[in-house]
């Protein structure tokens, strides 16, 4: 398993889908997970610092699980299929016994960064998945480091328009 952290949100150029970037603890290796904007939106509402007047269901679920006094104790992104991550939450349940639950990545990262707990990515994810090494693709690496430096929160807005 590594160690991952979010390095930050941005857009697919190509088709504007929202992107959560992980990246190891050295900064070494990144992973891109495509994911909606609704995640999106609530992975940027953590990053920025931002506290919505009523609980986002992420943050409603982190209440239940606490609620029950469980602990979320990890987050694994344990498996990608043609393109598609797979993540499980696992947490300590009331009775000491560890519980994994199926996730999808988008909403295992915004419970994670929600409860402060580390993530991690299957060494044979990594493998799979399209990595970039920031030694071989600098440049690369550089571009999209500012693209995700320059995201603020209104970016978002615009998939959230009131009718």
Known sequence: MIQMSVGGLGFDPR???????????????????WIGVFEAASI???LQGITPPRPMTHDLFKS????LNAKIDRIVINDVKEGTFFSKIELIAADKNRVAIDARPSDAIALSLRADVPIFVAENVMMQAKLVNSEKDAEETQKFKEFIN???PEDFTKYFKKD
């Open 150 to 152: 320059n995201l603020k």
């Open 44 to 46: 940027a509402t953590v």
């Open 15 to 33: 088709n504007l889908s929202p992107v959560v970037l992980l990246r190891d603890l050295e900064e070494f290796n990144f992973l891109p997970i």
């Open 64 to 67: 239940v699980i606490e609620g």
